[in-house]
């Protein structure tokens, strides 16, 4: 597909079909996706991709600490800001309703509503996990870096009809990641990444969230 269309097709998708993904394309979605800029074209990007019985023993000991001791976990850095303001908040209060509409869950069932939290960590039972790090001793700067080549990933796997959801979830669980993949400790852990083929018949996946027009946005001089 041309890349307006990747672009615009790409979501984030919660259920995936148990058909593996061959590790050639994945290869090729990372050298794909490489092309980023970065500042000196330092590269800043360290990729960890698991599959099998790597990914399965892996989001089993996640789960574990997730179910019986979530409260001894906390990510390294702060994705969401602790006091949401306008036009933000409603943003996310739409998605989350709608999310949770689509799979039949009440906004008042917390126990669902953690069910499906939960399913984060199994990688919304996409055969490959992707984790991204990158070095924790570069400046903010970096971070522009990282997400640009992050975009690529995503957009990348649509060219070979793949989908992606990218998982800020995972950031909790950063020593147990650590630990299984053996990561130096001057890298940190900036998401996780689930990859493979899209189920169709999941009614979660059916969602696709509005975006502002551009004339919402932008302010245009001297055209």
């Known amino acids: 597909m041309d890349i307006k269309e990747a672009i615009e097709s790409r979501k984030s998708v919660r259920r995936f079909l148990d058909k593996p993904v061959d590790q050639t394309i994945i290869k090729q979605i ?35 600490a997730a179910q019986t001791e979530p409260e001894k976990h906390q990510p390294e ?62 400046a903010i700067g970096t971070w522009l870096d990282m997400g640009m080549f992050i975009q690529n990933i995503l957009i990348a796997a649509r060219g070979y009809g793949l989908h992606t959801c990218g998982q800020a979830a995972f950031t909790w669980y950063h020593d ?14 900036l998401c996780g990444i689930a990859l493979g083929y899209e189920d169709e018949s999941a ?8 975006r502002e027009p551009a004339e919402n946005f932008t302010q245009f001089f001297g055209f």
């Open 30 to 64: 990372l050298n794909t996706a490489a092309r980023a800029p970065s500042g000196h074209n330092i590269q800043p990007w360290n990729v960890y991709a698991v599959t099998g019985d790597a990914r399965d023993s892996l989001c089993n000991d996640i789960m574990q």
């Open 77 to 138: 850095y702060d994705y969401y800001p602790t006091e949401w303001h306008e036009p933000y908040i409603n943003r996310r209060r739409k998605l989350g309703y709608e999310l949770y509409a689509s799979v039949g869950i009440q906004r008042d069932d917390k126990d669902a509503r953690e069910k499906q939290m939960l399913r984060n960590y199994l990688f919304f039972d996409a055969p490959v996990g992707i984790f991204v790090t990158t070095d924790r001793r570069l």
């Open 203 to 210: 009614p979660e996946n059916k969602l696709v969230t509005e």
């Open 176 to 189: 147990i990641i650590q630990k299984h993949l053996g990561y130096p400790e001057n890298e940190i852990l």
